[in-house]
């Protein structure tokens, strides 16, 4: 049988150094089960690790890809072969944007059965960023207020849901007027444009409390008006930088309202997590959404292919996730 994976042999645009390739058929030893990928995301951090700019690198050749939902279809030596046909996680560390891979048995991430292969193939990693910046940096109570910029993107949307689960009042900046429109059609109830009235319409929407905590994905002017959002000891958590500009740090709130700037990273998260305590994390995201309590968008399934069309699609102004499969036509979207 064929493998094949989408691969890098050198860092750079993703355009130039990416190549699909027929690799190695694997074959699970002790322990060890055979996954077949049924669809894995396409990331902004996929580009981070392809263009050697990310926190942690891959050894070259590496195969590009950090989430996907595959099934079991083989169990090694000493593994229950009630395992086969099971949906589970794509194995990170190897690259998903692979058609087959091998994991540790006792290292698997089960996911539900009865929910759609697009759904699951971007359950985790955005969805669990969301719900960390709920509940580790500040005691968010029900009624409390937050705001975030990019609130289009899949960290955002997930934010929005778990915001209305938890009883929480979120306001979502975006940078045009047709996004804006999308996210208040898709649900969210609280849109504004990321502008420089910003500041003194949070001062509106909060009766002159301004906001608990706000969630900064896109650096530069946008940071800094959301730190000027936050009342007396509010949190301002960078998780991201889609702008490349320096934060300036207001110094004025800084010193008088007692900002706390920090920053989050699931990576360094999940590093220190044992394997029980990741699975209950991903438990606490997998629930809802098994539920039909939260959803997440997909924009388009590529064909493995035609990934180099899935890249530019990727680059281009939308509401949901990319997707690569082997079989696009199986995986449509929910």
Not at 28 to 38: D, H, N, S, T, Y
């Amino acid at each position: 049988m064929k493998n094949r994976a989408i691969r890098y042999h050198q860092f750079g645009r993703p355009e130039e150094v990416l190549r699909l390739e027929e690799v190695d058929f694997p074959r699970p030893g002790e322990g060890e089960v055979l996954i077949r990928m049924l669809a894995s995301a396409v990331h902004p951090s996929d580009f981070g690790l392809i263009q050697g700019s990310y926190g942690l690198l891959r050894e070259l050749p590496a195969t590009g890809g950090r989430e996907g939902v595959g099934k079991v279809v083989e169990a090694g030596r000493g593994v229950d072969t009630k395992i086969e046909g099971k949906l589970v996680a794509m194995p990170e560390a190897s690259g998903t944007w692979r058609e087959f891979a091998l994991s540790s048995a006792e290292e698997l991430l089960l996911l539900p059965s009865l929910v759609p292969a697009d759904q699951l193939a971007v359950a985790v990693l955005n969805p669990l960023t969301a719900w960390r910046l709920l509940h580790d940096f500040e005691y968010l109570r029900e009624g409390d207020c937050i705001i975030q910029n990019a609130g289009n993107s899949a960290v955002g949307q997930s934010v929005v849901q778990f915001c209305k689960r938890l009883g929480i009042r979120c306001v979502s900046l975006v940078r045009s007027k047709d996004t804006l429109q999308r996210l208040k059609q898709w649900g969210a109830e609280e849109v504004w444009l990321d502008d420089e009235e910003v500041v003194e319409r949070a001062r509106d929407f909060t009766e002159g409390k301004n906001f608990a905590m706000a969630l900064n994905s896109v650096g530069g002017r946008s940071a800094l008006r959301l730190a000027k959002t936050l009342r007396s000891s509010g949190v301002h958590l960078t998780f991201g930088a889609m702008d490349g500009a320096q934060i300036r740090f207001p110094t004025r709130e800084l010193i008088f309202d007692d900002l706390r700037f920090v920053g989050f990273w699931l990576d360094r998260w999940k590093r220190r997590q044992s394997p029980a305590g990741l699975r209950n994390a991903v438990e606490q995201v997998l629930q809802p959404l098994a539920l039909k309590e939260v959803r997440h968008s997909i924009d388009r399934v590529f064909s493995m292919e035609d990934f180099a069309e899935a890249i530019s699609r990727n680059r281009e102004s939308r509401m949901g996730k990319v997707l690569l499969s082997p079989d696009p036509d199986g995986i449509g979207p929910s």
